[in-house]
């Protein structure tokens, strides 16, 4: 096999991965309901990718909210049928895994979240656990990236002077308290991860400074992978869009602020751009005793660079996410031997046009699937 590393399984707690190739969160909007109910356009997105031989897929911001904001959402019991429909077909079709990235969509400042807030976000974040598991979802995520709660808690730029701040004890008190909750209600072997800034990449943000010991401290909370993105903070935002009638501070190509930039780089940065954060951030835990895995992503389009990524020891998980737009079926072409034939994503960032601009859902415009919307 030409990428012995790329196609090798590795186990997260009780949930075998037939390769290291993940595919990265990407959002659903306009692919399901305004109201957040899955639709056959969803699953068949998710499924073919699946079908491209991915071992798992984390399915972006699943609102933990009732109110999803257009988003995919399960945070009443409605919501199940259509994922266990999408999680039966994928289960029944191929061995791909599906993760779910659970994250609350609260727009409000860290400031400005009261008590009885931060208290329905843990309720929440628990009971959509309890469904992705009882619909037969195989691990869940926790998003504390980008510009969403859990992230802004976590970030130095939260200045609160209760004990959800002042200090990273405080900072870090709300995702710790989600995930004891949530590993209380699903159980020892249930696969539970989270996602985090490496760098945030605005003036007064987190850096390695902070997500190490971040990083370092969700291990100790028994978080069984880190995924790790960067930036994509609203601080640095250029403008806003008009979604569904709320007005959202941009944060993402292509009109992003650098942040964003970094979070999607672009074909003028150079291709994995963000691994060396992934490696600082995998060599912390492993000295302090951790043996988790660690994904990276980011502008990492051909399989001999994700193959030395992990050789390397940089990282121990790739994902991919704009490759998988432009060709569901890259990790089958490379496990053939097929590198030659992989529709190469161009990183032009147009498929953030399709997705906030034209709202056709998050599709390269190069692909027959945008064609036929």
Not at 84 to 91: G, I, L, P, R, T
Not at 273 to 301: C, F, H, Q, W
């Amino acid at each position: 096999m030409p990428y012995s590393m790329l196609f090798s399984p590795i186990t997260i707690n009780s949930m075998k991965l037939q390769n290291r190739i993940v595919g990265a969160p990407m959002v659903a909007r306009d692919i399901v309901t305004l109201t957040g109910f899955v639709t056959p356009a969803y699953i068949d997105f998710i499924l073919r990718r699946a079908k491209g031989g991915a071992s798992m897929l984390v399915l972006g911001a699943v609102a933990t909210d009732p109110n999803p904001y257009g988003n995919a959402g399960l945070g009443h019991d409605k919501f199940m049928p259509g994922f266990k429909d999408m999680v039966e077909q994928v289960h029944s079709q191929t061995s791909c895994r599906i993760c779910l990235q659970l994250y609350d969509a609260i727009f409000s400042s860290v400031e400005e979240v009261g008590i009885k807030t931060i208290n329905r976000v843990v309720d929440n974040f628990e009971k959509a656990a309890i469904r992705a598991q009882a619909v037969g979802v195989d691990a869940v995520e926790l998003h504390c990236a980008h510009s969403y709660l859990l992230a802004a808690f976590l970030s130095t730029k939260n200045k609160r002077e209760d004990e959800y701040g002042k200090d990273m004890e405080g900072r870090m008190k709300l995702p710790l308290e989600i995930i004891a909750r949530i590993r209380e209600a699903v159980g020892k072997d249930y696969p539970i991860g989270v996602r985090i800034n490496a760098d945030e990449f605005i003036i007064g943000g987190n850096t390695l400074k902070q997500s190490r010991v971040i990083a370092q401290r969700f291990a100790e909370a028994g978080i069984d992978y880190i995924s790790l993105s960067v930036g994509a903070k609203t601080e640095d935002s250029q403008g806003y869009y008009d979604f569904y009638g709320l007005k959202i501070p941009m944060g993402y190509p292509p009109v992003g602020g650098y942040s964003g930039y970094r979070c999607i780089p672009p074909a003028w940065m150079p291709e994995a751009v963000n691994v060396y954060l992934a490696e600082d951030i995998r060599s912390t835990i492993r000295k302090a005793g951790y043996t988790i895995p660690v994904m990276t992503a980011g502008r990492i389009p051909y399989p001999r660079l994700a193959e030395e990524i992990l050789q390397t020891e940089k990282a121990d998980l790739i994902g991919l996410s704009r490759p998988l737009l432009r060709d569901p079926d890259w990790p089958l072409k490379a496990k053939e031997g097929r590198e030659k034939e992989i529709e190469q994503c161009a990183y032009c960032n147009k498929c953030m046009e399709s997705l906030l601009i034209q709202k056709k859902g998050h599709y390269c415009t190069f692909s027959k699937e945008l064609k036929e919307k």
